[in-house]
């Protein structure tokens, strides 16, 4: 992509769409926006982004566009709706999903793209919010090779491990990978500092001799001060972790896998979600053990 | 304590007493040994360390005594059997149990020391046999804190993190948080890298994506390209794990507290261990689910 002549699009401007955004603003590209409410993009419209009324009149001006929504119906609308990217774009635009969604509507996607003549890529993130302003995301990218070397260098403004994991709906699959690991790590963080405070220890010296070892985790040594603290702003709200954990046991159904420790973690924070913990951080996990909630 | 005058004792030279007796011989200080099978000794009698032919015999010759066997009933006969060490050592004698044991148990040895005019540290270690070899275990001790104050330049002969934890009890408390997370971050790992399998993708590539985020463990980093190179040699044995889970477990209920998570491990390794896995590392945990055992 050239900034000279290539406009680039973003739709879905969040907290991480706005960081994301912004980096491909900085490197020089003009870049198109269209979010839900124009407010959240006023920020990136003052640094120099155009605004488009829908995905539909943002697309076909664009060479490709990045989109960055909420959940897999929310994907559905921006990339099948009336007024969406698939109906809309030139022949020959990339599409980019970095929406956490699912790994079949992912392939979806890119079928109906290629059938248009279009090219697209899964690429979700993690990272959070700090990875996203920092682009320091890691993006795991699903789709075809040369596709992915065209918009690899874009998606090296926004991260800083930018991995193409295989074909479409690739990208996905690994980033359910990784909210299952971290599915057992926090649960085992969360069921070793219950098991502390019970046994009448003091935690945080507990995490001294625990964390740099062979229980170390970036769960543990990250969320486990801040469970301790009763800090439980979102970094990572329960809501979101609960929607991929279920794309996660969906897709792990669909190839006759048993897991049960992730199917637990999606029982128990849909348990906490019912306690209406669902916008809190995962963290938060652990004063639902710490409630006798469990 | 002094190497010019006290002479420390050691029961129990499997691997990893082997290597923490011998860092007490080269620390200067006079070593006895006293294990099951006496050519396990055989190398530490020939750097200089001397022989007892039971623990009952060493003991009065000590003015602290290590001891690092199998399980909570090794821990036991060495302490309350006939032959033991709560009846021999001479009053004032330390006792510190390397062993990773049941933290009742713990308690009654250090009641018992008490009653003898003898004292008793739970001190559990953690960093397996490496560690052991380059002195660079965790150890974490509980008992009374001028009883650790004596004993802690002796435990960093052989350990890096050598932390009071608590009264009589807490080291074993500690090393169960430990195992606790260890739990869940290699259930996590197994269960990420199984999908990322079952889904196609490149497991070795997917952990360089998720390797150093937010999902990064030393379990994934460490074992999971154990797992994926069938490389299934003990590090940590399953039946050693499996009891340390269980230890876990009957403490946990003990304490009224449900830990379904650690509940679930148990069950799997239990498992694991009924297929015949016992004599693996932990990390077979992989391989029970890549042949659809779980």
Not at 252 to 259: F, P, Q, S
Not at 282 to 290: I, S
Request: with cysteine; aromatic share 6%.
């Amino acid at each position: 992509m050239d900034p000279q002549k290539d406009v680039l699009g973003f739709v879905g401007i969040g907290v991480m769409g706005k960081s994301m955004a912004g980096h491909l603003l900085k490197a020089g590209y003009r870049v198109r926006v269209f979010t839900r409410s124009k407010e959240k993009a006023k920020e990136l419209l003052e640094l120099g982004a155009e605004w488009d009324e829908t995905p539909a009149l943002l697309a076909p001006k664009c060479a490709c566009v990045f989109t960055m929504v909420g959940v897999p119906s929310d994907v559905e609308e921006v990339y099948f709706g009336p007024k969406g990217l698939i109906d809309n774009a030139r022949p020959g635009t990339l599409l980019v999903d970095t929406t956490t969604s699912r790994p079949d509507l992912a392939r979806r996607i890119a079928e109906a793209a290629k059938a248009k003549g279009l090219r697209a890529l899964d690429a979700p993130v993690s990272g959070g919010d700090v990875g996203a302003r920092n682009a320091t995301l890691t993006i795991m990218v699903g789709g075809e090779a040369a596709d992915f070397a065209e918009v690899k260098p874009l998606l090296e403004c926004m991260g800083k491990t930018v991995i193409l994991q295989g074909p479409a709906g690739a990208g996905q699959h690994t980033k359910m990978a990784n909210q299952i690991v971290i599915a057992g790590n926090l649960a085992g963080a969360v069921e070793a500092l219950t098991y502390a405070r019970a046994a009448g220890l003091d935690p945080r010296m507990v995490l001294q001799s625990i964390g740099a070892g062979s229980a170390g985790s970036w769960q543990l040594n990250t969320m486990g001060p801040r469970m301790l603290d009763g800090d439980f702003a979102p970094g990572f709200y329960v809501k979101h972790f609960l929607k991929d954990l279920r794309i996660a046991l969906e897709a792990a159904r669909e190839m006759k896998l048993r897991l049960p420790f992730l199917a637990m973690a999606e029982e128990l924070f849909a348990k906490a979600e019912a306690q209406g913990m669902g916008d809190n951080g995962t963290q938060v996990l652990y004063r639902f053990y710490e409630r006798g909630l469990v």
